[in-house]
């Protein structure tokens, strides 16, 4: 299975959802960072499940035990491993998943790949459960880019065609993005934040999904960062991005919308601004050709509505191959994205961090 990333650092993520414990392995951070555990475990509290009434109600405390590779509060050289411990499952719940799959989930593929040799209970590897080791790594990652001055942040964009404001892609700064990780809705608009749980509520009430957009900025980026062709820093980044479950789109700087420009209308002008070389706008999203141009690097990712509603779903009995209704069980989220916030930035500052280090050897 695919389950590792890295040139410089190599990370590997393992266990399933419903498993004794998840968890992750980190191997080529540079030794002698310091790293706070009590901010790592306020990120992924950021992510943890149950924490209000548009979240799962699973409820797990997400605790990182550390198993090695930190010792007196600094990275040591070894690779740093951690686990999260399992403590609430209802795998039951998910008895009928091996022979019924769930519309919109991994359930079939998983089953075609695997021939039934998967974890079924909790959606097994494929769960978004995963994730809170991706967010171990990652927080570890953004602690370490933010003391090479370069700052990660994110907030919700969408949810069900309620939108946010956006970032401004030339002046974002570290104390908007300090702001957004603070607040449990990360928006910039609270007006809309609140239209956007409203949304929620009335999916939930339905027995139903919605899905939305979430953007991301890494601000202090220096020019210089990836590769040209298979190594850029999109590449990089779509790399891990696809690694969380509920994404299914990326976009950076303008997106999809400059396909409907001129190139007089695209670029971005060249200029000098507290005597560095920018430019007057940021409509590529601080990546040319690859390479970070030393503007904030401006992405979104789209997340699909949450597979597993409440709903009756037209399914197929898998070995009898006959058409059949599912009615899902278990505990899921109406709506992934306000817990997807923190994921997309804990793989940002890993596929930062690791194409920094990269940077740093070539200079």
Request: proline share 5%.
């Amino acid at each position: 299975m695919g389950s590792f990333y890295g040139e410089n650092i190599h990370l590997s993520i393992f266990g399933q959802s419903h498993s004794r414990a998840i968890g992750m392995s980190l191997d080529g951070l540079p030794a002698g960072r310091e790293v706070d555990l009590g901010e790592l475990a306020a990120f992924l509290a950021r992510r943890a499940p149950g924490r209000n009434a548009y979240s799962t109600k699973r409820r797990e405390a997400d605790l990182p035990e550390i198993l090695g590779g930190i010792v007196d509060g600094k990275t040591c050289g070894a690779p740093f491993a951690a686990i999260i411990r399992n403590t609430n499952t209802q795998s039951g719940d998910y008895d009928n998943l091996r022979e019924v799959p769930r519309p919109g989930h991994a359930d079939y593929t998983a089953q075609q790949k695997f021939g039934g040799a998967q974890d079924v209970a909790g959606g097994g590897h494929f769960s978004g459960r995963m994730t809170a080791p991706l967010c171990i790594a990652g927080g570890v990652c953004r602690q370490l880019l933010a003391q090479e001055g370069i700052f990660v942040g994110a907030h919700i964009a969408a949810i069900a065609g309620v939108r946010d404001r956006a970032f401004d892609p030339v002046r974002v700064g570290r104390a908007e993005l300090s702001a957004l990780a603070a607040k449990e809705f990360p928006v910039l608009e609270d007006a809309q934040g609140a239209a956007m749980r409203d949304a929620i509520e009335r999916a939930r009430l339905d027995g139903d999904s919605v899905g939305g957009i979430v953007e991301c900025a890494v601000i202090g980026a220096p020019a210089g960062l990836g590769d040209p062709m298979f190594f850029g820093m999109e590449n990089r980044l779509a790399a891990i991005l696809f690694g969380i479950p509920a994404v299914k789109g990326l976009e950076f700087g303008n997106g999809f919308a400059c396909a409907e420009l001129r190139g007089s209308e695209n670029n971005d002008a060249f200029c000098v601004r507290d005597g560095q070389i920018q430019t007057e706008t940021n409509r590529h999203g601080g990546i040319l050709g690859g390479i970070t141009s030393g503007m904030p690097i401006l992405f979104r990712v789209a997340c699909k509505p949450t597979p597993s509603i409440g709903r009756p779903q037209q399914s197929v009995r898998m070995r009898e191959g006959t058409e059949t209704t599912l009615q899902i069980q278990g505990r899921h989220d109406p709506c992934i994205v306000p817990r997807a916030v923190p994921c997309v930035e804990a793989a940002a500052a890993i596929a930062v961090y690791d194409a920094f280090l990269s940077y740093r050897k070539e200079r």
